[in-house]
């Protein structure tokens, strides 16, 4: 019995991130979190590697070897690479031969139309699924950090992923409001690099202004300066150079962004009923996604909107634990949340 029962036990969950992609498995927790890449042989459009792998090539290959992401801002990019991704995450999260194809809970953005909508699904049933259930990201982080989303109070979740910052009120269940900011870590790397640019004459790539955002970067103006050593390509002469990046500096430019999320934030409440913000001035905001990590954010938005703000325990994996709880409630949800 035990043997049938885990052929047919496949369902997983999938937060499809701009950035990361990590998927839940039934009864087996988080299987996978590996980066949202692809790397390609423009020579023939054979795929030569995915996830991780395809991200260690990043920057490292020969002319004929591209890596990309397929999704840009939370949205599909490129359909068929995205479709490739799917199946590759869903093979490996898979424990072998199963008589039927897994359920999949998907996370998406709120903002996205009902055409990309239908990409995301065609694109997971191409990947192998036998059934796909589309949630909001918001609702997913919110189900996954704990908060009460069935009962009828107000809660706020804010999450700051890598493409955009999903804000959503939700109360039984549901989306009040919310709103889709295309602001998250992807801008931040972008905006450091362009400050190396700007400020050294050097060009770095994506991978070394993700470690330098993860080593000293920061929106606390007033932290103690921290530098951090940077090699990179000198744009005037071309050849390999090295150069001392400073922590406040990076706190300067990467301010605005945050203000921006905040006039997201408030226009969300703007539009919240006055008794659901009752609850949230009472409750704080909960603070997720994988760049709220970033030093000195949540001080920052707390005095941007004057309401604390909660930063989950380990808020790159709450979307994906919140698809693994809507898997408990597949075809009930399914049957509200039906493409038309």
Known sequence: MRRLFSLI???????????????????????????????????????????????????????????MRPLEEGVISDYEVTQAMLK????????????????????????????????VEDAVLQAGARDVLLIEESLASALGTGLPVYEPAGNMVVNIGGGTTEVAVISLGGIVCSKSIFIG?????????????????????????????????????????MKYEVSGRDLITGLPQKTMISSKALAKVLEPEVYEIIDGIKSVLERTPPELSSDIMKNGITLTGGSSRLNGLPEMLSRGINMAFVLDDDPMVSACIGTGEILKKFNEVKKSRRIK
Do not use: C
């Open 185 to 225: 870590g992807d801008r931040f790397n972008q905006i450091i690099i362009e400050h190396v640019k700007n400020v050294y004459n050097m060009m770095i790539g994506y991978s070394t202004a993700e470690e330098i955002k993860l080593a000293i970067g920061t929106v606390n103006v007033n932290r103690d300066d």
């Open 88 to 119: 590759y995450f869903i093979d490996k999260s898979s424990s072998g031969f199963s008589l039927l194809a897994a359920r999949v809970v998907v996370s998406i953005p709120s903002g996205i139309t009902d055409v990309e909508k239908r990409a």
């Open 9 to 67: 036990a496949g369902d997983i969950g999938i937060d499809l991130g701009t950035i990361n992609t990590l998927v839940f498995v039934n009864r087996r927790g988080i299987a996978i979190n590996e980066p949202s890449v692809v790397a390609i042989d423009i020579n023939n459009g054979d795929i030569v590697a995915v996830g991780q792998r395809a991200w260690d090539m990043v920057g490292k290959t020969p002319g004929n070897i591209v890596s």
